[in-house]
């Protein structure tokens, strides 16, 4: 070489352009609950030198392989950057750079060869040459390389379309989805990446025992079920076609990706510790409490003890095993006890101001429309009742409701100038639930009736029921049809303690359609296909990957340990109420008239016979009911969404063309039909999404759900059922009947009967301690209207439509403020309770607080 050569290169070295960046990244064990430290010096300096590197990925070079970047490591860890959130590490990098030869990064590769994995936030590239600042939005765990089949890759948070992606990155889009789908095989690690879809087969233990086994729910016309992310676990011994449950001991860890476990924020440890913790320790307590003893709650006063004093659990053995089975922390910020075994639960809101007001009939017609079941409520639009059971297998199922019974309540008008005059509705549970009673009666603890609830819309705007109708199978077989009576309003003597009865069970049916129809089924249950689907299909790259994944955060996680505590066999659920070992098969069974486009909200309005078409009312629909809060504030939260939506998907979509030629997109609602909710495949009502008014509509629905829905039935379980009198979920006795010694004993002591046949102390610790913990707010959420990172996306327009987006969410928050101090307009948003309407309240501080929309379904 001469002298000239060997010069240039000895500058051309020295020359060589460098492009530094930022990594933030979080370790593991910053993320256990039980950890106090942060990140010390040590444990940071396990990163550098060659532990971790980075390789970036051209988007404008091409070559076979991809052209990569030379390996850049992990280098000085940055003290001068304030974390946001606690154990946040920031560390500097930087990447040899010749731009002739390499362009603009449009992803990376990494690989840890640490020996442990960690939390990786995002990666920033600061002055990449010719283009500016690049950031890649990653939150996600990087497991050791040893644990993957394929490198980890990360792309800049520039939203492409299929077609538009740039040619040096469609391999590495393509061969991304195809690590997530995985091969359809094997039991599933915690490292796994896999999104993959199975049937609702480990609800039961059948190994354990006859009474053990569940139905499978999903894959067939009997019990048709959304699909749930695939474990792989191996089959049971006595039936190959129910999966295996995981051992107590290894509860928690019940396979979903890593990256769709709860965050690295306390109380999202609580959560499932707390459940878990409930469950299996503090259950067996309260049974050791109630079940050797004749306890029972003898007065409203004994009730009350709950949340003013606490209860005492046994001394001895037992207290020290759940004390010691619960870190201390969780007994005290979530049990509220001292770890000396006194339990005190929060005042709920519903007895706060006044410990009387849910007795009234106008409270009850409230909680109608602004309570935690604001969905059943339907128009009456025929006289009486007709049910659409079969005859031919439960005879004539028709209401026995009669005019005379009712016509004296409705201001002077005869029933049918009611029902023209739009103001006769009824909270309707009878068809759900008759098929299974006579079941649920004889081989369960349950007690309890198929109700029909009249209630007629009085000039003032609130509800007052009419007439309670509650029904049980023919002694002599269903075709007989039902043996009904019918319950009218008093406030006198045993017949107004006869009326409270009537309304506590037709609150029952209602508690238990809430809790797995309203609540999981139509939440819980519907979303989890969708979030399978999108993570399969839907590139990260993809824009409806970008706009639908905030509202799919912890929603696996939370269902998978609904799975492992709440609705499995002999689970939460079935110990709390009355469906007992029925309560999922009959979601199942109401699944089949599960409808997608009648999600929406207007939709189902229209459909509940509550609002009507008018095109000159802001929505496009009328409100039959004016003051129907949960209505009110839900259609300014729906018109917000679609009206976000609308923006979102014109920017990356031009035309209907567009979306047809969008094979992720066509490829995704393909799967999701015949895969994520497969029994319903050949239903003609899904959208086609062969243009952008189906793609607004099936987006704007999903975040409808997965957010405000959610928000509505869910968070307003402990403010009116944590004193679970005003919302009892099972009852253990019938109606008192004329000459028997309860019937009696309602003339001298009313509450102990209603007591000892609504209320079982036993399951009443059991549920509000559930309840309380559900109708929490992690400190971690983030609401309709916020992202975690002000960079998801590169482009500038979908930022600015966010923004009109969130502020659109304030003025609504402002508005359902004045609304409710209005309580002489708006009478259904306070009640005789005093409990403000706030569940459709877009924000919400950390806690217990009865309003805030999450943005996903993840609790």
């Not at 304030?82 to 590490?89: D, L, M, N, R, W």
């Not at 609830?453 to 109708?469: V, W």
């Not at 303690?497 to 809430?514: R, T």
């Amino acid at each position: 070489m001469s002298l000239g050569k060997i010069v240039d290169a000895i500058i051309g070295k020295e020359d060589e352009k460098k492009v530094k960046g930022k990594v933030v990244l979080m370790k593991r064990n910053v993320l256990d609950f039980t950890d106090k430290s942060s990140l010390i010096v040590d444990d940071i300096a396990d990163f550098l030198g060659h532990k971790v590197s980075f390789q970036l990925i051209s988007s404008t070079h091409a070559d076979p392989e991809g052209k990569h970047s030379n390996p850049a490591y992990l280098e000085n860890w940055i003290t001068n950057t304030t974390p946001v959130i606690a154990g946040e590490t920031t560390f500097s990098i930087t990447f040899d750079w010749d731009d002739e030869q390499f362009g603009v990064p449009g992803a990376f590769i990494i690989k840890n060869l640490h020996f442990s994995e960690f939390f990786l936030k995002s990666l920033t590239l600061e002055d990449v040459p010719n283009h500016g600042r690049i950031h890649f939005l990653c939150d996600s765990w990087v497991y050791p390389a040893s644990k993957y089949k394929s490198g980890r890759i990360f792309f800049a948070n520039q939203a492409y379309l299929p077609s538009e992606t740039p040619e040096p990155l469609r391999r590495y889009r393509e061969d991304e989805l195809a690590t997530l789908r995985g091969d359809g095989t094997g039991k599933l690690e915690v490292w796994d990446r896999v999104y993959d879809y199975a049937y609702y087969n480990d609800l039961g233990e059948p190994d354990e025992g006859k009474e053990f086994a569940r139905p499978v729910l999903g894959g067939s016309s009997e019990y048709p079920y959304p699909r749930r992310c695939r474990t792989g676990r191996e089959p049971t011994k006595t039936d190959p076609n129910s999966e295996s449950r995981i051992p107590l001991a290894l509860s928690l860890d019940i396979y979903v990706p890593r990256d769709e476990r709860f965050g690295h924020v306390k109380m999202s440890d609580f959560l499932a510790f707390s459940l878990k913790s409930i469950t299996q320790l503090l259950y067996p307590a309260f049974k050791a409490l109630y079940d050797n003893t004749p306890n029972e709650f003898d007065s409203f006063d004994d009730v009350h003890k709950l949340y003013e004093g606490g209860i005492k659990l046994p001394q001895g053995p037992l207290l020290k095993a759940i004390t010691d089975g619960i870190p201390l922390e969780i007994l005290k910020e979530v049990f509220h006890s001292d770890g000396e075994g006194l339990f005190k639960f929060p005042t709920p809101q519903v007895i706060q101001e006044d410990k009387t007001a849910w007795r009234t009939d106008e409270e009850f017609g409230r909680e109608t429309l602004a309570g935690i079941n604001p969905v059943s409520i339907s128009r009456l639009q025929e006289f009486p009742p007709k049910s659409n059971l079969d005859p031919n297998i439960y005879g004539n199922q028709n209401s026995t409701i009669t005019r005379e019974q009712i016509e004296d309540k409705l201001d002077g008008l005869k029933v049918d100038e009611a029902i023209k005059a739009n103001r006769l509705f009824i909270l309707n549970h009878h068809d759900v639930i008759m098929p299974y009673l006579r079941r649920i009666n004889t081989m369960t603890s349950t007690e309890t009736y198929a109700s029909r609830t009249l209630l007629f819309l009085q000039d003032n705007g609130t509800l007052k029921p009419l007439a309670i109708e509650l029904s049980l199978p023919h002694p002599d077989g269903d075709q007989f049809g039902t043996v009904s009576k019918v319950y009218t309003p008093s406030d006198q003597g045993v017949e107004g303690s006869i009326w409270q009865l009537a309304k506590a069970y037709a609150i029952v049916n209602d508690s238990g359609v809430h809790e797995l129809i309203s609540h999981w089924l139509h939440t819980h249950a519907v979303i989890e296909p969708f979030v399978i689907a999108t993570n399969r299909q839907l590139s990260v790259l993809h824009p409806i990957h970008k706009l639908l994944l905030p509202h799919f955060n912890d929603t696996m996680n939370i269902n998978a340990l609904a799975r492992q505590f709440l609705i499995n066999s002999l689970g939460a659920i079935e110990s709390t109420f009355f469906p007992a070992k029925y309560s999922m098969e009959m979601s199942a069974v109401v699944y089949k008239d599960w409808i997608f486009p009648e999600q929406a909200l207007p939709a189902d309005l229209i459909k509940r016979g509550v609002a009507v078409e008018d095109s000159s009312s802001p929505h496009g629909i009328r409100l039959l009911i004016q003051d129907y809060p949960y209505a009110v504030d839900g259609l300014e939260i729906w018109s917000a969404i679609k009206s976000w939506v609308t923006e979102y998907c014109n920017f990356y979509y031009k035309s209907d063309d567009a979306v047809q030629k969008d094979t992720e997109l066509q490829g995704w609602w393909k799967e999701l039909r015949e895969k994520g909710h497969g029994d319903k495949k050949d239903e003609p009502w899904w959208p086609k999404m062969q243009n952008r008014q189906e793609l607004i509509e099936s987006c704007s629905i999903i975040i409808w759900l997965a957010s405000a829905l959610h928000a509505a039935v869910n968070f307003g379980q402990y403010p009116y059922g944590g004193y679970l009198v005003n919302r009892p979920s099972l009852s253990r006795k019938f109606m008192p009947e004329p000459g028997s010694p309860e019937y009696e004993e309602l003339k001298t002591n009313p509450d102990k009967i209603f007591l000892t046949t609504i209320v079982p102390p036993l399951q009443t610790l059991l549920v509000i301690s559930i309840l309380e913990i559900l109708s929490r707010h992690a400190s971690d959420t983030f609401y309709l209207g916020q992202r975690e990172s002000p960079e998801w996306t590169k482009d500038q327009e979908p930022l600015l439509a966010f923004e009109r987006f969130g502020k659109k969410l304030s003025d609504i928050e402002d508005q359902i403020r004045q609304m409710n101090a209005d309580h002489q307009k708006w009478k259904n948003r306070l009640g005789p309770a005093k409990v403000p309407y706030t569940l459709l309240f877009p924000t919400s501080d950390e806690g217990l607080t009865g309003k805030g929309i999450p943005n996903s379904t993840s609790i």
